[in-house]
Every structure is written in C-alpha cells, then in structure tokens.
C-alpha cells in the first residue's frame, strides 16, 4: 500500500511553458477505469502538432475516426492524416482477425518511439483506446495548448468486466437542456459508460413530445415554479397560477441527442413509468385513473408519498394508451431496451377499483400485484413484436415476470438476486452503493440532498456479483449502474456536483478486473481527474473528511483503531481527549494504535494544512 503511494507521489507531470505552447513530459498513467493490464517500457514518443493521426482499415468518415479527429483539433492539435508505414502517427487500426481476448469493446495501445497504435477489434474499441489515450495526456489538455507533450512507451490492453455500465438521469423532478444531456454523454464517455438510462417520466412532469395525446405535453410537462426554493419548501399551487416550470424534449431533439450517444458509443434507454408514478398523466388525462379515484391530480411540485397515482388496470383505453405511447416511443431509440418503470405503485385505488376488480376477476388473477405484472406483460408482448425487450425496477418481481424481462435491482441486491436464480439477466443499482442522490459528504457541509452520505470510498466497495450466485446465475448479472434522481438537483451544474467523483469509481467497478481495483491508487488518481474534469468544465465535489474508521480486537481485550480517508493528501489527527486539533496537542495519524474498548476517539482532517469541515468522533466498541 505504501510503495503504490510513495509511486504515486511520483507521478508527477513536469511542464515547461515554450513558445506559443507548453510542453509537458508525462512520467506515469493515471487512467480510469484502471484498465486490465499496463506495462511501462523505457523510452518515449513525444506527440506535437507535427504528429499525423492514421486509420487503417477503418475509413476517415466513418462516426469513430471523425470523432477522433475532431477531438484531437479541438485539444488544438494540428491532426493532419498520416500513414502509419511512414509517418510517426498515432495510428488507428481496426485488426483484420479478431482478437478474442479484446472482444466487442476492448483495445489495445502501444506506445513506441516510433509511434502510437491503437489496436481493436471494433470501432466502439477503438473510441475507448482513444479514450485511454486522452487520459495519457496533461490533465488541461482540453483548455490548454501544447506544443509537445512526451508519453512513456507502455502497453496497455483493455477491456471492460461487464456489459452495462449504466448512469441514470432523472428529468422529470429537474429538467435538462439538450445541451445538458450532451454534456452528461461526454462525461460517460471519458469513463467508458455506455448505458444511458433516461427517466423521462415521473409525478413531477413528463419529458417527452408524444403526438397522439398532446395534453401530455400541454399540461403533464409543466408545474408551477418552486425552482428558487428547495425541494419540500414550495407553498402548494395558488390558485390560478400559471404552470412555468418544465419542458420535455421534441422528437428532433431526441433523434440529436441519440445520435449524440451513439457517436460515443453509448445505447439511450427510455424511461416510461407504468403503472404508478404518473401524477402528470393524470393531470393531462383524467379518465386514466381508477373509477373510483376522485383526485384532482396535478403535476407534483415537491415531496410526494405515498404516491398513490395509477393508472387503471382494469381499463381498456389505457392499455391503448400504452400501446400508442410505445408506437411513438419505438422508431426514437434504436436500442433493444425500454424501460418500463413498475416501482412503487401503490395499489390501494386498485383494491376499490370495480374495474380492476372486475379484471383481477376476469383474468383469474390472485391480487393486484399480479394485476400489475398482467398490464407489464401485456405491454412486454407488444414490444417485443417490435423486437423490444424490456426492463424494470426490482418491484416487477411482486407478481411475477417473464422470461424475458430484465430487473433493476434497486432495493439492496436481492431483486437480482432472484432474478438470477430464475434466469433472468439483471443490472445492480442498490441504493447503498448506486443512489449519488445521496448526500456524499457531510451534510452539514453539503447543499441538501436525498439521504445519508454514500461517499465515494464506498461507492468504491461497490461490487456488482453477489457471493453465492452460481457461475451460470452470476453470469445473468448485465452489470451495474449510477442513478441521480433529481429532486434536490436543480440544474446540471448541479447533477455533476452529485455525480462526480462518484461516477469514476462506478466505472472503475463496471469496467475493472476486481483484482485491479485498488483503492489507495484510485484515491491518488482522484487528484488527476478532479484536475481533469474541473479543466472540462465540470463541477466537482471536493471530498468528505470524516475519516474511515477500521477495528480490529487483539487478544488482551483491546482495540486497534486505523483510520483511512478520502481524499490524497489529507493529514488525519486525532485524540481520546476530545482536542484533535493540531494546535490542542492532537496527534498525527500515521498506523494504527490500541485503545481499550468505549474509549472515544476524535479526529480533525487537514488538507493543505487547511482544518476540514468538524471534529468527527467515534466511541471505539467490539464488534
Ligand atoms: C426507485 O428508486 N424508486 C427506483
Ligand atoms: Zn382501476
């Protein structure tokens, strides 16, 4: 642990302001997702804007190769289009014969002195070995211009660990602009997330122009304005107020941002919440609530529970409605899934509903949960007419699934569970580990936010194959995902507040072999990216302070105390005298030190020599 510390200190980036250009001398990587293997080689290649940039076999037009050079340009690279056989290139190659081991979305990258290859087996390899490569470069290099940077010779080979390496977007408690999405679609890009899960339906507004049923848009995409105020603190609806806040996106701008995604190679899956969490349908459409359901509804404009809002199960033109939101959902996102939401349906209306009593009847059903999974399933077999499969929360287990569908396991991990024990594939977001909803730091420090702190060391402890699946089962498990509800998250600039660093160590463990993961190397690298991302643009959360705590017992009774932390550089000190502080005589914590049990310890943590956020204590107990 120590020496990969002691390493990392060393891994500086030397920088020299030449000319019009600085110049930089890279010593050692710092790539997330760690990727599978890395060997350092003696020497180096300095790129400049003399370096040509070569595709072969993979023409220049092709979405990857325009990409790439753009990007390059953009870095203010002079990317003329070279030959790898007799200019020193950065050159491109997508392998004649496939390489197994690097499959779908693997790549390789040698650096040598005579140049740079990236190597594949297919284009969406080649974008995440320039990916890679992006990551080899001074962490300004998007806003700064160089006039050389010197790259170690090294190997890299690469590819990810799971298939659906996920991040959610609420846009239904927050809206976002087309410009925002774009942003969020460059973010899963530098880190190699490829699953774009957008919630575009919810109680608090509906996010997408469906022609047939205007009044959606009309009326379910709009509430009254509380945006100035945080989430709970709005006064009700005046009356006679107008509906300000909100929007939903056109069908052009859904094709763009489509598009968008899958230029980086990522797949949209949309969200349509059925049968609950649909307080604006029934803003916009009345008739679609339970017969005996006679509820002003409008669309949310805070807090909302229990979230009684259903659509009727027993109701024909709801189905239809369904069925031709699907037909208009369909042609826009050319990936295999749609999401079809099932969470948190409260079914009391449907216990006194005549009609869904009369269809719980009719169909012989045993209750109304598996009255819900009837109306999931009636809309599965409808999709995959189309060839559509679909997915949903872990509630969709209640009444039964088929064969087909595909659970978010969101309540813990046993949805997934479950559904691997019967076949069916899963995707891990359990809220301890995947909900950047939650406060990651102290909350007294924080803007509000949805829960108890999920801190980026253990969003890092996130691993997505629970012990004791079988091999077979443990293979239903598609991968994980990060999702940011947006309740208290107001705008974008404030969903990359929630969602970064969080979103790298998701990806670290998506992506990563376990055995690569490491997590005193990931926190050094954390220095690069926060760098990184703050010179892209992002906003990113500083780090929480309250130190790790770790116990062990020793044969005499007593307690070892160690404590880890957060963020690189922080100085932890701490003393059984209530006065850590540095200046109150607290002691520098440097291993860990015996204490007899209910002793209670303080810390104060230091970056900079700077004293962070308060005294935390912790009264040392036996497990
Ligand atoms: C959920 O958080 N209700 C899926
Ligand atoms: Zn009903």
Not at 121 to 127: D, H, S, V
Request: hydrophobic residues 35%; negative net charge; contains cysteine.
């Amino acid at each position: 642990m120590k020496k990969t510390y002691q390493i990392l200190l060393c891994a500086l980036i030397t920088f020299v302001v030449a000319g019009c250009g600085k110049t930089a001398k890279v010593d050692t990587l710092s790539i997330v997702p760690e990727p599978v293997y890395v060997n350092m080689k003696e020497g180096n290649f300095t790129i400049s804007n003399q370096t040509k940039i070569a595709f072969e076999n993979i023409g220049q037009n092709t979405t990857t190769a325009k990409y790439i050079t753009k990007t390059m340009r953009q870095m203010h690279m002079r990317t003329a289009i070279g030959n790898a056989a007799t200019d020193q290139c950065v050159s491109f190659l997508l392998n004649d014969s496939i390489n197994i081991e690097l499959g779908e979305e693997g790549y390789m990258i040698e650096v040598q002195p005579t140049g740079i290859r990236i190597t594949a087996n297919t284009e969406t390899g080649l974008f995440y070995g320039f990916q890679t490569l992006m990551q080899m470069l001074p962490d300004d290099i998007s806003s700064e211009r160089y006039k050389k940077i010197t790259l170690p010779c090294c190997t890299i080979l690469d590819y990810p660990r799971f298939e659906w390496r996920g991040s959610h977007l609420d846009v239904s408690r927050h809206f976002f602009t087309v410009k925002d999405i774009k942003k969020h679609l460059d973010l899963m890009a530098t880190y190699k997330l490829n699953k774009f899960h957008w919630h575009l339906t919810d109680d608090h507004g509906w996010r997408i122009e469906i022609e047939k049923y205007p009044l959606l848009n009309d009326v379910g995409s709009w509430r009254v304005d509380r945006a100035d105020v945080a989430w709970g603190e709005g006064e009700p609806a005046h009356e006679g107020e107008e509906n300000r806040y909100g929007g939903f996106y056109k069908k052009e701008e859904i094709k763009e941002i489509v598009e968008y995604a899958a230029q980086r190679h990522i797949d949209v899956i949309p969200e349509i919440e059925i049968p609950g969490h649909c307080s604006e349908i029934l803003a916009a459409y009345p008739h679609m609530a339970c017969a005996n359901d006679d509820t002003t509804y409008q669309v949310q404009i805070g807090p909302y529970w229990p979230p009684r809002a259903i659509l009727c199960g027993g109701n024909d033109s709801v189905m239809q409605f369904l069925y031709d939101v699907m037909d208009e959902i369909i042609p826009l996102f050319p990936y295999q899934y749609i999401h079809i939401g099932g969470d948190e349906a409260v079914k009391s209306n449907w216990e006194r509903c005549p009609r869904c009593q009369a269809r719980i009847k009719e169909l012989g059903l045993e209750n109304e949960d598996q009255l819900q999974s009837w109306m999931i399933m009636e809309v599965e077999k409808y999709l995959q007419l189309q060839g559509k499969q679909i997915i949903g929360w872990d509630e969709i287990l209640d009444g039964g699934v088929s064969s087909h569908a595909t659970v978010m396991s969101w309540q813990g991990m046993k949805g997934a569970v479950k559904a691997a024990q019967h076949g069916n594939h899963a995707i891990m977001t359990p809220t301890d580990y995947c909900y950047f909803d939650y406060y990651q730091g102290n909350p007294n420090f924080c803007p509000p936010a949805m829960n108890h702190p999920l801190p980026l060391y253990k969003v890092y402890q996130f691993e997505p194959i629970p012990a004791g699946l079988t091999t077979e089962q443990a293979r239903c498990i598609l991968g994980g995902q990060a999702n940011l509800w947006t309740e208290y998250v107001n705008d974008y600039h404030h969903a990359e507040y929630m969602l970064l660093p969080r979103l790298c160590a998701m990806a670290e463990c998506l992506w990563s072999p376990a055995d690569r993961k490491n997590w005193p190397l990931f926190r050094s690298k954390m220095v690069h990216h926060k760098a990184r991302l703050t010179h892209m643009g992002y906003n990113v959360f500083e780090g929480y302070f309250k130190p790790v705590l770790f116990t062990s017992q020793n044969n005499d009774g007593t307690l070892n105390v160690g404590f880890d932390w957060e963020v690189e550089g922080t100085e932890i000190y701490y003393s059984t005298q209530g006065t850590p502080e540095k200046e109150k005589g607290g002691i520098r914590y440097t291993e860990p030190f015996q204490v007899k049990p209910g002793t209670v310890v303080s810390t104060a943590s230091y970056l900079n020599g700077e004293l962070k956020e308060e005294v935390y204590t912790f009264t040392i107990e036996k497990k």
